[in-house]
């Protein structure tokens, strides 16, 4: 079992940046993957940055060069640094955690709590 404690969402003014964290805690395998993703209601949750365990970053279109994804394996923690945030970019932003047992070879996927960034026009 993986919890996921997310934190640092919150309400700013276009053109402001925020920073998102998300500590891992529990039985951990490696490699993994963590990520971002973000909902809005009535649309279906989707993709705003991953990296692997490796460091491997991946990013949906709508973020390149305006977020950027870290992560710090020793506190297993990952961080979403956003900047020139746009009103479009309000959501609940959600933590996730992949990973594949190393020996049963069993996936396991797991979502944080979600945390609301607010962008105002």
């Known amino acids: 079992q993986v919890q996921l404690v997310e934190s640092g969402g919150g309400l700013v003014q276009a053109g402001g940046s925020l920073r998102l964290s998300c500590a891992a805690s529990g039985t951990i395998f490696s490699p993994n993957v963590m990520g971002w993703y973000r909902q809005v209601p009535g649309k279906q949750r989707e993709l705003v940055a991953t990296i692997t365990s490796g460091s491997s970053t991946n990013y949906a279109d709508s973020v390149k060069d305006r977020f950027t994804i870290s992560r710090d394996n020793a506190k297993n923690t990952v961080y979403l640094q956003m900047n020139s945030l746009k009103p479009e970019d309000t959501a609940v932003y959600y933590c996730?955690?992949?990973?594949?047992?190393?020996?049963?070879?069993?996936?396991?996927?797991?979502w944080g709590q979600g945390t609301q960034v607010t962008v105002s026009s």
């Open positions: 996730n955690f992949k990973s594949t047992h190393p020996v049963t070879g069993r996936k396991y996927d797991y």
